[in-house]
Every structure is written in C-alpha cells, then in structure tokens.
C-alpha cells in the first residue's frame, strides 16, 4: 500500500539548535516529494520539493532536504532554529496527481 | 491574486443537516483537491477533480459529493451529516500540462472548521 510516514509526532528543540524531521514513503517509482509547513489555523504552505535532479533541496526560510533512495525518505532539516519556526510540518508525495500526506510532526521551540 | 478562497470559515450542523462547502480558484488550475483533517491524521484526500466535468474519489470519499461545472470551483457537499464529519476541511488546487506530467506544488485555502453535533 502507498504510504507517507512521519514517525515523530512532536519534536522539542532549544532555539538555535539543529533540527532534522523524518520523512519516509513506500512508492513504486520515485516519486515527487514535498515538505508543507502549517501554522495554526491556516493552511498549508510549501516549504520545498523535489522531482528530480540534485538530492539536496533548499527551500524557503532556511530549510533544506534530502532525497534518499536507498532509504526511501526525504527527511527536512534546518541549522538553527528560530522561534518563529514552532508550527506542523507535514511530508507529502505526488503520485500521478494525486497528492498523499504523512501525519505530520509538531515542531516546539524552547527559548 | 486571492488564490484559493474557501467558504464558510466555520459551520456547525446538527446530524443529518446538509450542507456545501464552496472553493473557488482565481488561478486557472486545472486540478483541485478536498482534504480532511483530524488531530494526529495528516490530510486524507477526499475527492479530487482533473478538470471540469471530470471528478474521481480519493482516500476516504464515503459521505461527500462533488461537482466541478467551472474550472474555478469545486463544491463539496455533505448530505447527512454525522460526528465523524467533524473535521477541518482543505480545498487545494494544482496545474498539471498533461495527466503524464508533473503537477505543480498545491496551493490551500485556508480551511473550514466544521462541526457536527
């Protein structure tokens, strides 16, 4: 069965601290991926994605991920984490148009 | 641009109530999308639509209809409303050259809080 896995549901870290949020899927082919972030009470906006190409990804405000084949992820991360970063990330594929969400990850932030 | 506007913000029904959620894009996507979403769930898709005239079922589509008579919008409706319909509600829209091609990333609206009591 297709399936996006997101195995941490909340996630603490102390401001300006690393943070890595994981990100797993089992498709077929390799899809086109993506990383969402939502704040409370709105909707989701793309952090960044990635189809194919280069690996790496830079997205928006300082994030940044990385597609693994061998480990079927794309798991987001960010250097130093800002305050302003406390919100839910959620992991998503494309798989022939039809968009499929991980749980999401709730990201706390200690000041 | 307003992209993608969803109306009403909230709504609260009585069980067996109807209803219909209204999205409408202003970006000529062809591709629109209903999601739910509940505490700890992630979005399930609901339905989703290809281009007018055209819709099809996603994950959980048991107690929702669709229409897509414009490319601009895409109404869910709610017949009998039950508690389990109690759900945030997220209309999405993409543009995709070609159902071969890759679809652009989805663009929300900002979601309808509806509750069923």
């Known amino acids: 069965a297709q399936s996006v896995t997101q195995p941490d549901i909340h996630i603490t870290v102390s401001e300006g601290a690393s943070l890595e949020l994981r990100c797993n899927y089992s498709y077929g082919a390799t899809p086109y991926l993506f990383w969402y972030v939502q704040s409370p009470g709105q909707g989701l906006q793309l952090l960044l994605k990635?189809?194919?190409?280069?690996?790496l990804v830079q997205g928006i405000k300082g994030f940044e991920a990385e597609f693994k084949r061998s480990q079927s992820s794309f798991n987001l991360r960010k250097p130093s984490v800002h305050w302003s970063d406390a919100a839910e990330y959620f992991c998503?594929?494309?798989?022939?148009?039809?968009?499929?969400f991980g749980s999401g990850t709730k990201l706390n932030v200690k000041p | 641009n307003a992209g993608v506007t969803q109306t009403p913000k909230f709504r609260i029904l009585k069980i067996g109530q109807s209803m219909t959620l209204q999205c409408t894009q202003d970006m000529n996507h062809n591709y629109m999308y209903w999601y739910r979403q509940d505490p700890g769930m992630g979005l399930k898709l609901i339905y989703y639509s290809v281009g007018a005239g055209i819709t099809d079922k996603g994950e959980v589509p048991n107690g929702y209809n669709v229409s897509r008579s414009t490319t601009e919008d895409f109404p869910l409706r709610l017949e009998l409303a039950a508690p389990s319909q109690t759900s945030v509600y997220f209309c999405?829209?993409?543009?995709?050259?070609?159902?071969?091609?890759?679809?652009?990333?989805?663009?929300f609206g900002n979601g309808t809080r509806l509750t069923v009591t």
């Open positions: 990635y189809f194919s190409g280069d690996t």
């Open positions: 998503a594929v494309d798989n022939f148009n039809k968009f499929y």
């Open positions: 999405a829209s993409s543009y995709s050259r070609d159902s071969d091609s890759y679809n652009s990333p989805l663009h």
